[in-house]
T-cell receptor, first 112, second 116 residues
Framework: EDQVTQSPEALRLQEGESSSLNCSYT??????LFWYRQDPGKGPEFLFT???AGEEKEKERLKATLTKKESFLHITAPKPEDSATYLC?????????????FGAGTRLAVHP | EAGVTQFPSHSVIEKGQTVTLRCDPI?????LYWYRRVMGKEIKFLLH????????ESGMPNNRFLAERTGGTYSTLKVQPAELEDSGVYFC??????????????FGPGTRLTVL
């Protein structure tokens, strides 16, 4: 069964303290892996798509990487405005269907 | 460019009543999806429209849920009759069918449904 596990569930950082969030996945065939950011009361906001092992994407203080079994979201020198829940989702190869499978998310709190 | 919009943002109803949620996708996006998150769980897929046709409704929990997308533009999700376990946040997402980023789904703000 296709599955996504994110760790840790929650992470508290001091401003400027870099860290990484993990997304482990089990899928019959990976079509794409997605990172979203979600603020309280809002919908998931798209950050990155990764398609193949070794691929990396960067945006401001965030960098996403992908291996055959997991993805990491690296946060460099975070600021309080980076506080949010970060969601990982996979899109399996499944005959043309586009069903995203989400992890439970990592709640990140960055304190000044 | 306007994003995905959903209405209402919040709905409180009593068990047994009917509720209809609406989603307007990004203009030109032929793929439209419904997802939901119930308390403490991850976001789960409900169904997928391609234009006005249901491509995949494998995530619909039971026949109390009815989704429509007449004309291939906006979509509605009706819950009738609502049960307590239907409470949660219902998200709509859309993606283009051709061109760049066809795999990327863009989400709306969600409708929080509370069934009392």
């Amino acid at each position: 069964e296709d599955q996504v596990t994110q760790s840790p569930e929650a992470l508290r950082l001091q401003e400027g303290e870099s860290s990484s969030l993990n997304c482990s996945y089990t899928v019959s065939g990976l079509r794409g892996l997605f990172w979203y950011r979600q603020d309280p009361g809002k919908g998931p906001e798209f950050l990155f798509t990764l398609y193949s092992a070794g691929e990396e994407k960067e945006k401001e203080r965030l960098k996403a990487t992908l291996t055959k079994k997991e993805s990491f979201l690296h946060i460099t020198a975070p600021k309080p405005e980076d506080s949010a829940t970060y969601l990982c989702a996979v899109l399996p190869f499944s005959g043309g269907y586009n069903k995203l499978i989400f992890g439970a998310g990592t709640r990140l709190a960055v304190h000044p | 460019e306007a994003g995905v919009t959903q209405f209402p943002s919040h709905s409180v109803i009593e068990k047994g009543q009917t509720v209809t949620l609406r989603c307007d996708p990004i203009s030109g996006h032929d793929n439209l999806y419904w997802y939901r998150r119930v308390m403490g769980k991850e976001i789960k897929f409900l169904l997928h429209f391609v234009k006005e046709s249901k491509q995949d409704e494998s995530g619909m929990p039971n026949n109390r849920f009815l989704a429509e997308r007449t004309g291939g533009t906006y979509s509605t999700l009706k819950v009738q009759p609502a049960e307590l376990e239907d409470s949660g946040v219902y998200f709509c997402a859309s993606s283009p069918i051709a061109g760049l980023n066809t795999d990327t789904q863009y989400f709306g703000p969600g409708t929080r449904l509370t069934v009392l």
